[in-house]
């Protein structure tokens, strides 16, 4: 069983819907990234978060420690929204000269129609 | 917005041969990483690079692999007998993190270097 698990793990949408991606996870972490990866390959990390909820745009973050549970959400979706969404979480403690460790989930991949 | 850059974009290489994979971290970042995404799945950690010298790394991260930092701006993945198994794109990233968990410590990645190896 993977450590971190996405869904769904393909989403097709129209043009302006409101979608929601899913990570949970099952073990300790210290903090949660939300990245996106281009149809190139090229990874932009989007939010960090610890607790509770950021907003960057149309982009929506929340987490729920208790539960190892994230959500990025996307308001009024568009077609350059399309791409691969990943959850990586870094590990509870880090190295004794303050690396981490990051475990990625297998992404979701997001088509937006227009 | 500063960025890590990577080169070469894509290299094709012969199995059994040397590959050094290049990086330029963002300027004051003193956190350094290497990851693999193996075409189809997931990304992978391979190592971490901290004080001039590897922090963690995977069990992926074996004897074929070694990382540098040469000259204070480059960092390097050196994988010295290459196998058809290590065809993958390989991300660079790089962060400020610190001691602790300062979760405003975000990583930045590069563009990736594909590597195919035939």
């Known amino acids: 069983k993977n450590e971190v698990e996405q869904s769904p793990q393909n989403l097709t949408a129209q043009e302006g819907e409101f979608i929601t991606i899913n990570c949970s996870y099952s073990?300790?972490?210290?903090?949660l990234h939300w990245l996106q990866q281009h149809p190139g390959g090229g990874i932009v990390s989007l939010f960090m978060?610890?607790?509770g909820k950021k907003k960057h745009g149309r982009l929506i973050a929340t987490i729920n420690i208790q539960e190892k549970h994230s959500s990025l959400h996307i308001t009024a979706s568009h077609p350059r929204d399309s791409a691969v969404y990943i959850c990586?979480?870094?590990?509870?403690?880090?190295?004794?000269?303050?690396?981490?460790?990051?475990?990625f989930g297998t992404g979701t991949r997001l088509k937006v129609l227009a | 917005e500063p960025e890590v850059t990577q080169t070469p974009s894509h290299q094709v290489t012969q199995m059994g041969q040397e590959v050094i994979l290049r990086c330029v971290p963002i300027s004051n970042h003193l956190y350094f990483y290497w990851y693999r995404q193996i075409l189809g799945q997931k990304v992978e950690f391979l190592v971490s690079f901290y004080n001039n010298e590897i922090s963690e790394k995977s069990e992926i991260f074996d004897d074929q692999f070694s990382v540098e930092r040469p000259d204070g701006s480059n960092f390097t993945l050196k994988i010295r007998s290459t196998k058809l198994e290590d065809s993958a794109m390989y991300f660079c990233a790089s962060s400020e993190a610190g001691l602790g968990t300062k979760t405003e410590n975000t990583i930045y990645f590069g563009e990736g270097s594909w590597l195919t190896v035939v």
């Open positions: 978060l610890s607790s």
């Open positions: 990586a979480v870094r590990s509870v403690w880090g190295s004794s000269s303050g690396t981490y460790k990051y475990i």
């Open positions: 073990v300790g972490i210290s903090a």
